[in-house]
């Protein structure tokens, strides 16, 4: 190790590598997902994924600028405030303004582009509090009640407006990552382990009412997704509400163990809605099997321990609250979208990390990857620093 401790020599690469293989493969999904659509109607078969290898190389440009700062100015309450409060203008925005798109008016159009503003919420929400409760760790270890100081209503207003769009996926995310950052807060886990098993249940019993309601309560759209999950293939259900999840389970046993090869997915030639982002998993399966499915995944979930790992042995509260929030934030869209093609729960909407065609999703997954890898780096210099200063002394 030089003299000089430069930052690039603590770069964690059990977590750039698998971002890097599971960008390749999405990028390689992508094409085989969309291509043909685009071909049979006289389009560029490859506009997609070109598009999604330009956000790819604008994520790159942004993790490489966020890893190179300071740590300390990760920590800038100024900083967070001034995006954080842009993040909720665009919200408001979006309602106005929005593209209602499958019944949810989640897009904002900003000239060429057109932003998605509820996922980069994804990475603010467990930046802001990081920084929230990092500040105050000494307060919380002798009152854990002194967490609803923070600003949490900031967080509780910004999921009430993706209430109103309505965007149930992206709710989901942002409340379950809200919960997530305050049990990891620093309060006692006796309020994990009391309350886990409420929310469980909470979430069977909620699922039973929409069902009894029959859609009195819910926008029609949720209800009809709570109905595909209920049985896809009952008498009425099956043409419609029931359509992209029973042509899900086609795929996947069109698969079996080996695949039909790349590129040979029968279910993306129109059989399967959104195949190229909500259900890309499903494809996946149908063309390389189960096998290289299963390793895909398992690869997906290496990243997400790893990058729990260095929230875990954080030994500075920021880091190690801002990466088991990012950590957790993955493994949550990992299992509703998962959890929602394999009919565990109802389907809502949200992108397979890496995966799932998605600017937005890219861009965000990129800058929760930055982040972690910023506070990683920060771990090991002073890990490193402490050894070496222990060494002379001893010595």
Not at 174 to 192: C, D, E, F
């Amino acid at each position: 190790m030089p003299n000089k401790l430069l930052k690039r020599y603590f770069l964690n690469y059990s977590i750039v590598i698998p971002y890097l293989i599971l960008n390749v493969i999405g990028l390689i999904m992508v094409y085989s997902s969309t291509s043909y659509m685009k071909a049979i109607s006289d389009e560029n078969s490859a506009k997609i994924v070109m598009t999604q290898a330009v956000f790819l190389i604008i994520s790159l440009i942004l993790m490489a600028v966020i890893y190179k700062v300071k740590t300390e100015f990760l920590k800038s309450t100024a900083l967070i405030k001034i995006l954080f409060t842009s993040g909720i203008i665009l919200l408001v925005a979006t309602l106005i303004f929005g593209i209602p798109i499958n019944g949810s008016k989640g897009w904002l159009r900003l000239g060429f582009i057109s932003i998605q503003p509820a996922e980069y919420f994804k990475f603010l929400i467990p930046w802001f509090l990081a920084n929230e409760f990092a500040k105050r760790q000494y307060e919380i270890q002798k009152n854990e009640f002194t967490i609803f100081r923070t600003p949490i209503f900031m967080i509780l207003a910004t999921i009430a407006l993706v209430v109103a769009m309505p965007d149930l996926g992206n709710v989901v995310i942002l409340a379950l990552i809200l919960i997530v950052v305050l049990a990891i807060s620093g309060i006692s886990y006796r309020w994990t382990v009391i309350l886990a098993p409420l929310f469980i249940l909470g979430s069977f019993f909620l699922t039973q009412i929409v069902l009894a309601s029959k859609g009195k309560f819910v926008p029609s759209y949720v209800y009809s997704r709570f109905q595909a999950f209920a049985d896809p293939f009952a008498k009425g259900i099956l043409q419609n509400q029931g359509h992209q999840l029973a042509n899900s389970y086609y795929a996947i046993y069109n698969g079996s163990w080996f695949g039909r090869g790349l590129g040979n997915s029968i279910e993306k030639k129109g059989y399967l809605p959104e195949a190229h982002t909500d259900f890309i998993f499903p494809v996946v399966v149908e063309e390389l099997g189960v096998v290289i499915s299963l390793l895909i995944l398992g690869l997906l979930i290496y990243l997400i321990t790893r990058i729990l790992l260095v929230g875990i042995r954080a030994t500075k509260p920021f880091n190690s609250i801002i990466a088991l929030g990012i950590g957790s934030m993955m493994f949550i869209q990992l299992f509703i979208n998962l959890g929602g093609v394999i009919g565990l729960i109802p389907s809502t909407g949200v992108t397979f990390p890496f995966l799932s065609q998605g600017g937005n999703s890219i861009l965000v997954l990129s800058i929760g990857i930055a982040l972690v890898l910023n506070v990683s780096a920060d771990e090991s210099r002073t890990n490193y620093q402490l050894y070496h200063s222990q060494y002379i002394q001893n010595d």
